[in-house]
């Protein structure tokens, strides 16, 4: 009784805070009460019993922000929202886009003004009881957008969504809501910056997507998740009849991380294609599945992951293709590779083929854990190049499509900055 | 500068604790070509992958002294960078890494911090060289001998070689696998670059590529040594008659690199 008196407190603080309609605060305390209801999960590889999952305290006011955040925002020339621990700084808007119908605003705003948009969708890809950390994640959340894209509207610009975690004593609960509607084209780009090691405190970020019938949805997103925390993190995307979701993920990271990239293939023909980047260092541990669930007849689907692991680092990329019955002439591609930099990081690539239906097009995956061929580092040390150059170089090639495949130009930079950091040390 | 001076002494190298090498012996200054022929399994390519300081290959005595420096002590970067260069008869395929920016980056680890060729000058150099050899202009951004045939690969490695202008060349079965038009290409890519500021060690199995390449010395491998040197004319000798007679005249039965029991 107490536990769930303090915390639902913190339910309280947040939705007050953001002075939301009723009805949020209701999804709110329920989301809670799930939370605290539901069992701890058991994953497979990655053991929960020693993290916990205490939330922290709401910060009601945020920082300032960081020099280096500043910086990479002022050079952004598309629409952005900034938020410090979950509270918005600015926002960015082009005109181009306003006069389209697009809405680009934060979530909590979102829920004031575009009431029906946001109930009808909100939760409807990641559901309050898909597990614990969705239920935290919708009874908590702090800051994130909602994008909506009308009808046979393009858009060439993507928008984006900044994150700042400064906050020592609280977990973080971003929450994106992308709802493309029929034919309409998007980008979105999804940014975390969080440098400060944190308490042991127990973080949930979703975004989810609706891609409505012949839409395509792009999203990119670079994660730094910082040391002591556990962050769950989950991007799913219903995608309907002839749409076509991408997402190029990447992540370098010293933190815990559980996570989950889905694409439901729901309409005929819908097509998912996921990239995945991950950097580990220090201590990290990363629980990495690309999913994709093949439900319409003639669905496409391709998985990339390249991991590069230094230091302790220990991840897990699970690639996960699933055809239910009655999907036929489906057809997936999963390609994973990791690459253990260090001796001593430690690295598994696990395929995964769950098919209920005879009728299949083409189901291929390849998978791969190893070091540095050390023959490629003597070819290019035999031309003059430094062992340690030499290295990175190799790396570098080897994530090189995937970063290239990032939807803006200051993400890409900063991907680059960040992975060259960890590789440079 | 002073002609190249390239020494080896005595050399014995072991794989896997195994002796490959027995005892070799080599001398090649600037202006001057080396041919080394051999059956397979004497040992060439071993000696080119320990000169050029390949992780595998233990070397267990001698020395070797590219203008008077100490090439053993160095590293195999350390090496390329004193001027040895090794066309390898195996390259490695590199993803996502542009022949370009390759031979750029090593280009760049011979100068100075701030003094790297500006990138312009380095296209058009790389294009000039490219064309000469008979290489397609897009494969400055293919990725580093990925899916190149064989053929491809060769004439990369030739390219590399003008591109770094390197003291002392290993060339090793640059030949195998090309049909005449791509040999002849190759030969020519070699004879352009002769002069005195250059040596070249070219490691062959057939005579057929010294048609095109004229040696000053050849000398034959067998059992991990040099068990006959002579010039032009040995190496025609050796395509007329074949490796067994000169196997017969020197007494040996199996020339390769015995097994100890
Ligand atoms: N990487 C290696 N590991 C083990 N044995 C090797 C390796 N490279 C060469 N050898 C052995 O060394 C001997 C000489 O091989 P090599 O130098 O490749 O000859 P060549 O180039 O004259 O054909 C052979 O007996 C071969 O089996
Ligand atoms: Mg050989």
């Known amino acids: ?425 | 500068m002073a002609k190249p001076n390239f020494q080896v002494e005595d050399l014995h190298v072991s794989i896997e604790g195994k002796e490959i090498l027995k005892g070799l012996n080599l001398h090649i200054r600037g202006g001057e070509i080396h041919a080394i022929m051999g059956p397979n399994g004497t040992g060439k390519s071993t000696l080119a992958s320990s000169l050029m300081g390949h992780p595998h290959y233990e070397v267990t005595g001698g020395r070797v002294t590219l203008d008077g420096q100490d090439l053993l002590e160095m590293s195999t970067d350390e090496r390329a960078r004193a001027g040895l260069f090794l066309a390898m008869q195996y390259p490695s395929e590199v993803p996502g890494v542009s022949n370009a920016n390759f031979i750029r980056q090593a280009l760049n680890a011979r100068m100075e911090e701030g003094k790297e060729i500006p990138v312009l000058k380095f296209h058009r150099t790389l294009q000039e060289k490219m064309k000469q050899l008979n290489i397609d202009p897009v494969f400055a951004e293919r990725y580093l001998n990925e899916g190149f045939s064989g053929g491809e690969k060769k004439r990369n490695e030739i390219l590399q070689m003008s591109m770094l202008e390197p003291r002392i060349a290993i060339l090793d079965e640059i030949d195998s696998g090309l049909d005449i038009d791509a040999l002849k290409v190759v030969a020519n890519g070699v004879n352009s670059m002769k002069s005195d500021n250059i040596g070249f060690l070219i490691i062959t199995h057939y005579q057929r590529l010294l048609n095109y390449i004229v040696p000053d010395y050849v000398h034959v491998m067998m059992q991990g040594r040099i068990v006959k040197s002579g010039d032009a004319k040995l190496a025609e000798e050796l395509e007329a008659k074949g490796y067994d007679w000169l196997k017969e005249e020197l007494g040996i039965e199996d020339e390769t690199v015995e097994v100890d029991a």
């Not at chain 1, 009784?1 to 639902?8: D, G, L, P, R, Y």
């Not at chain 1, 614990?132 to 909602?146: E, P, Q, T, V």
């Not at chain 1, 815990?256 to 260092?281: H, K, N, P, Q």
């Open chain 1, 1 to 425: 009784m107490t536990e769930a008196n303090t915390v639902s407190l913190q339910v309280h603080a947040v939705s007050s805070a953001f002075q939301e309609p009723e009805w949020v605060l209701r999804l709110r305390e329920d989301a809670w009460q799930r939370f605290t209801e539901m069992p701890e999960p058991r994953l497979e590889k990655t053991d929960l019993r020693k993290r916990g999952w205490e939330t922290g305290t709401f910060v009601a006011s945020p920082t300032g922000v960081p020099e280096s955040v500043r910086h990479y925002v002022n050079n952004l020339d598309h629409p952005y929202a900034l938020f410090v621990d979950g509270h918005l700084i600015e926002v960015k808007h082009t005109e181009a886009q306003g006069q389209q119908g697009v809405i680009f605003t934060d979530i909590h705003t979102a829920t004031l003004k575009h009431e029906s948009l946001v109930k009808e969708h909100l939760a409807s890809v990641v559901k309050v009881d898909d597990n614990k950390w969705s239920a935290l994640s919708l009874a908590l959340f702090a800051g994130g957008i909602f994008l909506y894209v009308p009808r046979n509207v393009q858009v060439d610009v993507p928008f984006e969504s900044v994150h700042v975690f400064t906050a020592a004593q609280s977990g973080t609960y971003p929450r994106n809501l992308i709802v493309a509607d029929e034919l309409a084209d998007v980008k979105f780009i999804d940014v975390t910056f969080s440098p400060e090691q944190k308490e042991k405190f127990t973080s949930s970020h979703v975004t989810e997507v609706v891609a409505k019938a012949g839409s395509r949805v792009h999203v990119g997103t670079a994660d730094e998740f910082a040391k002591g925390a556990t962050y769950f993190v989950t991007r799913r995307a219903l995608v309907g009849k002839d749409a076509v979701v991408e997402w190029t993920v990447s992540d370098v990271s010293n933190a815990f991380t559980v996570e989950l990239v889905e694409d439901i293939l729901e309409g005929t023909g819908a097509r998912g294609e996921t990239r995945v980047i991950g950097v580990g260092y220090g201590r990290q541990h990363m629980d990495l599945t690309a999913s994709m669930v093949h439900r319409g007849r003639h669905t496409e689907s391709d998985i990339t992951m390249h991991g590069a692991l230094r230091e302790r680092a220990n991840s897990v990329f699970r690639s996960c293709t699933e055809i239910v019955k009655g999907a036929v002439g489906a057809g997936s591609e999963q390609h994973d590779r990791m690459i253990m930099i260090d001796r001593t990081a430690r690295a598994d690539a696990i395929p995964m083929l769950l098919i209920d239906e005879n009728d299949v097009n083409r189901c291929g995956h390849a998978a791969s854990v190893g070091k540095i061929d050390p023959n490629q580092v003597y070819y290019l040390m035999s031309r003059g190049i430094p062992q340690a150059l030499a290295t990175q170089m190799i790396i570098w090639g080897y994530l090189h499509d995937s970063v290239e495949a990032l939807p803006s130009a200051p993400l890409r930079d900063l991907v680059v900055a960040r992975i060259e950091r960890e590789l440079s040390r």
